[in-house]
């Protein structure tokens, strides 16, 4: 099946190389306003094939994504070191209203994943852009957050990450609420399996996780300019999902009509895109900083007058 991808920066290029490397898709086609880089990024990747699988990697104009079952969106201004996601906001709205209608102009049945940040005000301006239903627009929102939390916990208490099962939902960004009350490892409490373990996990932990969960991107940025090995292995997973049409649960971002605004909450995903929402089991206090991060996001969204 095919797959475009909007945007050949370092996300966007990152992204078409992990759907090449999984052997997610069948086609896989670049679009960039500078054509010139799409045409090198898809050549870059072709040669990928070779040592992967044989997927037909191309770049083009708009039209080029007809036939697409899904369109990653990740074109617009890259997070410039210092400076916060929802800094973003004017320069990539206006890029974005521009790029949907092209997208669903080409690729009118396709579902949009959209990436580019800041990707939860990013999702809602697309959402009432594309004019689609069916949750067929999402975000990758704290897809990635929540795998930074699953890996840093999983280090600290020394077992691999597919025994950790939690959350980060919200804002992906600096408000983004690490779910800490419902954390399972191994099917246990944090607290009961580290004592079975024969250690401690105090608040001092907690407090070093929730630094290197929610600063993580401006280290990263800090260190090397640009995250993006992260978020594509994210964006090939999610498009996975839906080619293979899989039942998974994921925290990406959407239209939450409690909190008025996008943001991430475990959503089951689809072939057709989200399919529900599920949410998650929080305390008082996880509940209260999540209706803070919604505010912060709404306030972003009243910004730019979607």
């Not at 670049?30 to 990024?41: C, F, G, P, S």
């Not at 990436?115 to 594309?130: F, G, K, L, S, W």
């Not at 964006?235 to 990406?252: F, H, P």
Request: net charge neutral.
């Amino acid at each position: 099946m095919k797959v475009g991808v909007v945007g050949a920066g370092f996300v966007g290029a990152a992204a078409a190389n992990a759907l090449v490397l999984r052997h997610v898709a069948t086609d896989v086609v670049l679009v960039d306003v500078n054509e010139t880089k799409a045409a090198a990024e898809a050549a870059d990747i072709a040669h990928v094939t070779p040592f992967s699988a044989p997927v037909r990697v191309g770049a083009g104009g708009y039209e080029q994504l007809a036939g697409s079952a899904v369109v990653v969106i990740t074109a617009g201004r890259a997070q410039q070191p210092g400076q916060s996601r929802l800094e973003l906001l004017r320069a990539n709205a206006r890029i974005l209203r521009s790029v949907v209608a092209e997208v669903v102009a080409a690729a009118p049945d396709a579902v949009l994943l959209v990436a580019t940040n800041p990707v939860d005000v990013m999702t809602r301006v697309i959402e009432q852009h594309a004019g689609l239903g069916g949750g067929r627009v999402f975000g990758t929102g704290t897809m990635l957050d929540t795998a930074r939390f699953r890996q840093i916990v999983a280090a600290r208490v020394g077992v691999d990450v597919t025994h950790v099962h939690g959350y980060v939902v919200g804002e992906h960004g600096d408000s983004e609420v690490l779910i800490w009350s419902s954390l399972d490892v191994a099917g246990r409490h944090l607290a009961a399996f580290v004592h079975a373990m024969g250690g401690a996990f105090g608040q001092e932990d907690r407090a070093e996780v929730e630094d290197e969960v929610v600063n993580a991107a401006e280290r990263i940025i800090r260190g090397k300019g640009a995250t993006y090995y992260g978020v594509a292995a994210a964006i090939a997973g999610a498009v996975e999902v839906i080619l293979r049409n899989r039942r998974s649960i994921m925290t990406v971002s959407a239209w939450t009509p409690e909190y008025g605004c996008s943001l991430s909450l475990p959503r089951l995903v689809s072939g057709p895109g989200v399919i529900r929402e599920l949410g998650v089991s929080m305390d008082g206090g996880e509940r209260s900083r999540l209706e803070r991060s919604a505010e912060i996001l709404r306030g972003a969204l009243a910004q730019i007058g979607t």
